[in-house]
């Protein structure tokens, strides 16, 4: 394998596994999110070698090489395609990601997501009816009024 | 038959123009987006009654006339037909219909009902990817949109999940492109044999399982089930746990036909399979309120369905599609019940003199979902055992072991809840904490008229079940045909294979 070729495919690799190693250390979910365009960054462009030839060239006949058609080396254009949608996809999925975060940031105020987590499942037991609500209106401060209705609901179990 | 293709097209247009056609008029919108789903329906049983040989042969639709495996097909045999037929019928049962749904969200439906019709019917690995992320936008979104913040930060989660599980997908379809060269399934599946018959393929498969098992709610990829299960709609809830995950777990498994050989493809599903019965079924035990302990179970089932179509050859096919079809009509009738039993189960206490005739229909959808003979959910079980057994290997073993351990599990979570439904009125005080009750809310009847007609069909297959036993058969081994899949898709291949045979 070429010099060159060892270097792309390490450095698609690479990318992959610091995205990976992003979504699973990352506590914010701004940089889970950038982690995931890191990760989706490298598994294209892993994709995209697969079908890379390093003398190759663009998929397209001309006409003065239909006599020599063996000599000639193509790059496939099946991964060019695939990758195209998949970087398509990825930047849809970004945006509602980001867009989620927007709202996630208005209503709970935080980006951290052991936070964003606790009060989901805080929500989700009062919505089901088996934590008591908030004293939201109480003397108390928001938080830790929430911090000790947690730790009461833990208690409980 | 070329009119399937507007199974994919009809909604997807559906789903862009409604949005512009509303700002001239909402009502014509809102029929717009109901009349493409009753198209659907006349579309799907129109080839069904059309084409009697369906039952025996599939079709290869070649779209734009290009041929495989250079153009892309949709594969139509009674499994995808099926299946198609289910995603608009299931849709249409639970469409918003509040009048106060906005017109991003019946959109958003129709997105989702064209895309999960072109994931059941493409016989193309690519196209396949791309329509299970459409229906994963489509998925977050709807989520999303409930409004509530729990939603929007249970969608985000998923989203998270799910991207990453498809990136997974896309790395295993890249190594499958490697080493194969094509992307078309039946041409995948003549090759498979020498090609991904390895190590690599067995990792292109574990990589697709990652990703497609996040809708199907497989075992390390399921933490976002009673996050979203919990904060949106029960009719969102009913559709994603009906319809859905059991799309996601077709898909796996005509996959897992056509292109993985290896037994420890198997093997995976079946550890897999199993640990999310285990875990589903204890945390559903542990369980406070009724969606959750619905959640939980469905992953537990979930678990089920993977065991069963882990076990090699017919038996195992008969087994998972009984529990897929029984698990796909249960759960969401559960669901609709549940919108009128939000709350902690102590709430529920003498919920039984209320209403007793929701709580009549609880008991005969819970009873065929532990599989108490004679109902359909016994059967399905049945044949889980019989499959079961008929392997030797320890993984399957202890799935026997698994599963009536699971089942007496299920026994004591839904017999609790049977019992404090018929509790007198009285004994409640004491358990009760006068704070944290939600009022008990009344049945939709859309909502009971779903249940009741899914405990009148369970009693039907009883009734019926010679003919429901042929028709599973059928189904299991069409799907388990691998050769039928590349004949139907390449006739000129198997007639060469045929003569170089002789």
């Known amino acids: ?157 | 038959m070329d009119n399937i293709v507007l199974l994919v097209v009809l909604p997807l247009l559906a789903a862009f123009l409604m949005p512009v056609v509303a700002r001239s008029s909402e009502v014509l919108a809102r029929t717009l987006g109901l009349s493409v789903l009753f198209i659907s329906i006349a579309i799907i049983l129109n080839v069904w009654n059309q084409s009697g040989q369906i039952d025996s042969q599939a079709v290869s639709i070649a779209i734009g006339g290009f041929l495989p495996p250079l153009g892309i097909n949709f594969y139509v045999d009674q499994i995808s037909l099926f299946f198609a037929l289910a995603v608009p019928v299931m849709v249409l049962l639970f469409w918003p219909w509040n009048r106060s749904t906005s017109i991003r969200e019946y959109s958003l439906m129709m997105l989702l009902t064209a895309s999960a019709s072109g994931l059941i019917l493409s016989g193309d690995l690519f196209n396949i990817y791309v329509f299970y992320e459409l229906l994963a936008i489509a998925s977050y979104s709807l989520v999303a949109i409930q409004g509530r913040a729990a939603a929007v930060a249970a969608s985000f989660r998923y989203l998270l999940m799910g991207s990453v599980g498809s990136v997974m997908m896309l790395l295993g379809i890249a190594i499958i492109y490697t080493q194969t060269g094509t992307l078309n399934l039946a041409h995948l599946s003549l090759l498979a044999p020498e090609k991904l018959n390895n190590i690599l393929g067995l990792g292109s498969f574990a990589l697709i399982l990652t990703g497609m098992g996040v809708k199907a709610e497989l075992f390390p990829v399921n933490s976002w089930v009673p996050e979203v299960y919990g904060s949106v709609s029960s009719n969102l809830a009913a559709l994603m746990a009906g319809l859905l995950s059991k799309l996601a777990v077709i898909v796996i498994v005509r996959l897992l036909i056509l292109l993985f050989p290896q037994p420890e493809a198997l093997q995976l599903m079946a550890v897999l399979g199993i640990m999310g019965v285990i875990t589903g079924e204890l945390v559903a035990w542990r369980a406070k309120d009724f969606v959750r302990m619905l959640s939980f179970s469905s992953i537990g089932q979930l678990g089920l369905v993977f065991l069963a179509f882990s076990i090699p050859g017919e038996m195992g096919m008969m087994a998972g599609i009984a529990i897929v079809l029984h698990h796909m009509v249960v759960k969401p009738a559960l669901f609709m019940l549940a919108t009128g039993w939000r709350g902690s189960l102590e709430n529920l206490s003498g919920v039984a003199r209320r209403s007793p005739f929701a709580v009549l229909l609880f008991i005969v959808l819970i009873l065929s979902l532990l599989g108490i003979p004679p109902l359909p959910g016994f059967w399905a079980k049945y044949l889980l055992m019989v499959g079961l057994s008929s392997q030797d290997g320890s993984i399957y073993t202890l799935g026997m072991f698994i599963v009536p351990v699971a089942m007496i599990i299920e026994i004591a979570y839904l017999f609790r809840l049977v019992m404090i439904m018929y509790r007198k009125e009285g004994d409640e005080a004491a358990v009760n904490n006068p704070d944290i009750k939600v009022a008990p809310q009344s049945h939709s009847k859309w909502g009971l008229a779903i249940a009741a007609s899914v405990a009148a069909m369970l009693i039907a297959i009883v009734l019926q079940l010679q003919p429901a036993s042929d028709k599973l058969v059928s189904l299991a081994s069409q799907l388990s045909d691998r050769n039928q899949y590349i004949s139907t898709v390449f006739p000129q291949i198997h007639t060469v294979r045929m003569q170089s045979i002789k």
């Open chain 1, 1 to 157: 394998m070429p010099a060159i070729e060892v270097v792309l495919y390490s450095g698609a690799i690479g990318l992959s596994i610091i995205g990976l190693a992003g979504l699973l250390l990352l506590n914010n979910v701004f940089r889970m999110l950038l982690a995931l365009v890191i990760l989706e960054a490298g598994v294209n462009l892993l994709l995209i070698l697969s079908g890379f030839r390093l003398a190759g060239v663009a998929p397209i006949l001309l006409p003065e090489q239909m006599s020599n058609l063996s000599a000639i080396v193509m790059n496939d254009p099946v991964p060019q395609a695939l990758v195209l949608t998949a970087i398509v996809i990825g930047v849809g999925v970004q945006a509602l990601g980001l867009a989620m975060i927007m709202r996630i940031k208005a209503q709970y105020g935080t980006l951290n997501m052991l936070k964003i987590r606790e009060q989901l499942e805080f929500d989700l037991a009062v919505q089901s009816g088996v934590a008591t609500p908030v004293s939201a209106h109480s003397p108390v401060s928001l938080a830790s009024g929430r911090e000790r209705q947690l730790s009461n609901h833990k208690d409980e179990q």
